[in-house]
């Protein structure tokens, strides 16, 4: 496996690049072209510039987290071709530039949802948050002001204001679209991109949803194993692949982790590795890496992963608001960098072992 940290670009990340390159074991980043839209094709001078770079730096750029699908392609409206397009030729692009790997979503409105950016842990550090019941007693248009006063001043990735501003909108678009719809969707816009996935041996790892239920009434589908079996039988190709996410996949207690892991084996070309506390049926919050602090045993997630042979790039996913950072909420230096070292001194123990 290779470490990395995501990273959003010098002009809207509070971490630097130099400061990734001095976590331990750290070599890649997860990056993107931040000020790309949705449906957007990517210029190649630009994904050059940034590629440019990362690689000053000392580090590369392990994979894409996101190339973001645009809403037409998800709901199957007639000008879906179009921005399939365009992304097949942004997918192009990058594996001109010896790029490999894009994680995306399948999400409907909302990349993921939590109801508290900064709830405040025992320990005095911030963490995302979730409780069901405030979700059920939320206007979904009015979701987006519920917690940009939480937000640092940082635009959330899949939260941008002008996204939301055309809530109500989102929302009538996909009145029509169940889960087997979604599917029948998803299953459209893979099949025309393995061509050029195959041409620039491009992995596709589609992000779980977040959480692993239905939100708001919308489809969510990416949330169970053999949801995920079903997705990769419909377009049988290995570049069709997933980003296992456990924080995303652990929302539902029932997921057994571990247990997915191995039966991915092969088609797990990304893992966002980061531990979450339930605290009881309908609310969670994120925790620190340490298994201890959560309640997912992280050995047996980083040992499943180790088990299977996983070649590819790992991130601590979302950490703690601690030390007093001021940053994007749940992509600090200081938490992530603690995740990044805890991540590999267990990959280390169990290889020794």
Known sequence: MEMTLRWYGSKFDSVTLKQIRQIPGVTGVITTLYDTAPGDTWETEAIRRLKAEVEESGLHISGIESVNIHDAI??????????IDHYIKTLERLGQQDIHMVCYNFMPVFDWTRTELARV??????VLAYNQK???????????????GD????????????RMAKIKELFALYQDVDDEKLFANLKYFLEAIMPVCDKYDINMAIHPDDPAWSVFGLPRIIITLPNIQRMMRMVDNPHNGVTFCAGSYGTNPENDLPGMIRALKGRIHFAHVRNL???????????????????????????????IGFAGPIRPDHGRMIWDEVAMPGYGLYDRALGAAYLNGLWEAIEKA
């Open 121 to 126: 842990r025992p320990d005095g550090s911030t």
């Open 277 to 307: 506390k339930h605290n009881y049926p309908g609310d969670f919050e994120e925790a620190a890496h340490l298994s201890a602090d959560g309640s997912f045993d992280m050995y047996e997630i980083m040992k499943a992963l180790h088990d």
């Open 151 to 162: 937000s640092n001043g940082f635009i959330l990735p899949g939260w941008e204001p002008e």
């Open 134 to 148: 405030a979700v059920d007693s939320i206007d979904p248009a009015k979701m987006f002001d519920s917690i940009f």
């Open 74 to 83: 998800k709901t199957g409206s007639p000008d879906r071709d179009m921005y």
